[in-house]
């Protein structure tokens, strides 16, 4: 199993960027999707997660109504669109796989992560 994400950089408070998690080894429409991030010497922390088909998503209090996450199973991606970003959202975001349907917020939950890209946020 492979997750691929990109997207990551540097962008200005304020901007957006979008990651994209390309997935390979698995049958992607078969597993709900999670983005975890890290922040420099603090443990992986959930993001947000988004079920099989869509039709069910769950965020962390501190970045609803700016991050969205969708997904399209013909490609086996899994996108995280971030907008109004804040100095505070500079960490390495992580994309990641499970076939639980609940917990998505507890890292043991998800036996397949991607590498991780970063993203930073200049005030």
């Known amino acids: 199993v492979q997750l691929q994400a990109s997207g990551g950089g540097l962008v200005q408070a304020g901007g957006s960027l979008r990651l994209s998690c390309a997935a390979s080894g698995l049958t992607f429409s078969t597993y709900n999707m999670g983005w975890f991030r890290q922040f420099p010497g603090k443990e992986r922390e959930f993001v947000t997660a988004i079920s099989r088909r869509g039709g069910r998503t769950r965020y962390t209090d501190s970045v609803k109504g700016r991050f969205t996450i969708s997904r399209d199973n013909a490609k086996n991606t899994v996108y995280l669109q971030m907008n109004s970003l804040k100095p505070e959202d500079t960490a390495i975001y992580y994309c990641?796989?499970?076939?639980?349907?609940?917990?998505?917020?507890?890292?043991?939950?998800?036996?397949?992560w991607g590498q991780g890209t970063l993203v930073t946020v200049s005030s």
């Open positions: 990641s796989a499970t076939s639980y349907d609940f917990s998505w917020d507890t890292r043991r939950v998800y036996p397949y």
